[in-house]
């Protein structure tokens, strides 16, 4: 290999990324967030019903009380669009209560019921659909807000729409790499419009984001002295930062 000769411009000093090396930046995060946490093999969860049902009973809680909120149903046979119909909502809501917002849960779990009856309860040919198409009509849905939207359409039909919360927000704030419009579809569209379409690649990043906030980039105290992507992270590289 011929050697370079070092280069006679000066070096971009560090701090906020610029908008055209974004691409290369974000996968490279993936990559590193990879190598520290390997394979996350989401969606936790049996087939496209429990992750659709899945992404409901986890809205503002962790996925410890939806998963115990599923084994409940999957132990009344009640997991399945039909059974959800058919109960009454006072005894749905008292099969989910480990999944928080019990009585409102049980509304929206009866609400995607309904509306799956109307593709005969079968979300197989969703995977056929335009991924925005699918989501717009799963907003329409009562009580399925934009995260839960994207997780049905990224999970369960396996088409490209790149999942949003809380956690993604703090780690792209501390990043340095906040979109002009912080909304649920300023962030969104920061990994959308700079990553390859690739539903694969979007459904391990999601998780693995998700794995970074919670055992790494806490709320509270993050982890900067033992975290993977902290040379490319303005948080990271404040010299009071933890670590
Ligand atoms: S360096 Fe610290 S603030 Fe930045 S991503 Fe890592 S843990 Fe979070």
């Known amino acids: 290999m011929v050697a ?40 936790p969860g049996d087939g496209p019903m429990e992750t659709i049902f899945g992404a409901i009973l986890v809205q503002n809680t962790s996925w410890g009380g939806a998963e115990k909120a599923l084994r409940n149903l999957k132990a009344a046979g009640a997991l399945s669009p039909q059974a959800i ?37 079968d979300v197989g040919r969703w995977r056929e659909r335009d991924a925005k198409e699918l989501r717009a009509e799963l907003l329409g849905v009562w009580g399925i807000g934009p995260e839960t939207a994207d997780d049905i359409v990224l999970y369960a039909a396996h088409l490209p729409s790149f999942v949003m919360d809380a956690y993604t927000v703090r780690i792209v704030d501390r990043l340095g790499i906040q979109p002009a419009k912080r909304t649920y579809e300023g962030y969104q569209a920061l990994f959308e419009a700079n ?17 970074h906030a919670r055992l790494t980039c806490k709320k509270r105290a993050p982890l900067c002295g033992a975290c993977a992507v902290r040379d490319v992270c303005t948080e990271g590289r404040r010299p009071d930062s933890a670590g």
Request: no cysteine; proline share 11%; hydrophobic share 40%.
């Open 4 to 43: 370079r000769p070092p280069s006679k411009r000066p070096r971009k000093p560090a701090g906020r990324p610029r908008r055209r090396d974004l691409p290369a930046l974000l996968l490279d995060i993936h990559d590193r967030l990879l190598a520290a946490y390997g394979p996350q093999g989401w969606w």
């Open 85 to 121: 119909r058919d109960m009454p909502e006072d005894e749905l809501a008292a099969l989910i209560r480990p999944s928080g917002y019990f009585k409102s849960k049980a509304r929206k779990l009866k609400a995607m019921a309904a509306h799956l009856a109307t593709h005969g309860d």
């Open 195 to 211: 990553l390859p379409v690739d539903v694969a690649l979007w459904n391990e990043y999601h998780a693995l984001l998700d794995a």
